[in-house]
């Protein structure tokens, strides 16, 4: 998060910060990204995240908001992009690195 603000205030784009700690916490996100006119969304990973991303994809369609999330499931779930690794193969490296 911290290279995230960094970047940020380099760029000259204003950060908001929304955390979700539940499932019951998503409307209430997405609103208030619309009230302060939020122009994109930044998802960084996290289980509870990754775990309802259809619902988040859905959400972030209905906002019309350009988004990009870490993990390539998101995308395959609807999303617009994705910059990060893909679970899958992230797993089978990691069973090379146990066999070895």
């Not at 990009?68 to 690195?97: H, I, K, N, Q």
Request: aromatic share 8%; glycine share 8%; hydrophobic share 45%.
């Amino acid at each position: 998060m911290r290279e995230v603000q960094t970047t940020a205030q380099a760029l000259g784009v204003q950060l908001q910060t929304l955390e979700v700690l539940s499932p019951d916490g998503f409307e209430s996100a997405f609103a208030a990204m619309a009230r302060e006119h939020a122009e994109a969304l930044l998802v960084l990973g996290d289980p509870l995240l990754l775990t309802h991303r259809i619902r988040i994809v859905d959400l972030v369609a209905k906002g019309q908001l350009p988004a990009m999330y870490d993990l390539r499931e998101f995308v395959e779930a609807g999303g617009l992009m994705a910059y990060g690794p893909s679970l899958p193969d992230l797993f089978r490296r990691t069973a090379y690195y146990v066999e070895s």
